[in-house]
């Protein structure tokens, strides 16, 4: 991989501008991370009807881990690029912190949109460690913060699921 740093003005990569703002849905306005999580969830529904259940949760592990791993060097390149430390149209981040929050949940409606709004709210909030998370350098805060942010609603949503306060 080229580690070559990008000039400020030059060209964004192709591939790292279709998967930082995860196929152009980054351009969508008002709010581009919550049209990417509201994606994911739909993706992801629609991927893991198909699958079986005992392998939902591997695939979907699998799934965040690919996209946190191809997308902290599409968030650089897309950052550095553009001149900005998190650009809002680099959206890849939110793609793999809903992922993280959909692993292990049922296919039903109010578990999907329980686990929606609770990485939207934990990625907005963004409670400790999540906003120091945020300094890391270019892709990696980027990406990283928004995966802590899914790892805060998984465990959450695991805990509302086991007490049987969400079906």
Do not use: Y
């Not at 350098?137 to 899914?150: H, R, S, Y």
Request: charged share 15%.
């Amino acid at each position: 991989m080229n580690t070559q740093p990008i000039a400020l003005g030059t060209r964004c990569p192709f591939w790292a501008t279709l998967v930082g703002t995860f196929f152009g849905i980054g351009r969508l306005r008002p709010g581009p991370g919550t049209w990417a999580s509201a994606a994911t969830v739909l993706l992801w529904a629609a991927l893991a009807w198909g699958i079986a259940p005992s392998v939902r949760a591997p695939i979907g592990i699998a799934l965040a881990i690919l996209v946190t791993a191809v997308g902290i060097p599409a968030a650089t390149r897309v950052s550095r690029s553009l001149g900005k430390k998190d650009p809002q149209i680099v959206v890849i981040d939110e793609v793999a912190g809903q992922m993280i929050a959909l692993i292990a949940v049922p296919l039903a409606w109010k578990s999907l949109l329980a686990g929606f709004i609770l990485f939207r709210v934990f990625d907005i909030v963004k409670p400790p460690p999540v906003r120091q998370l945020e300094r890391l350098p270019e892709g990696t805060g980027i990406v990283l913060d928004d995966v802590a942010a899914g790892i805060f609603a998984l465990v959450l949503m695991q805990l509302l699921l086991r007490s049987g306060l969400l079906r």
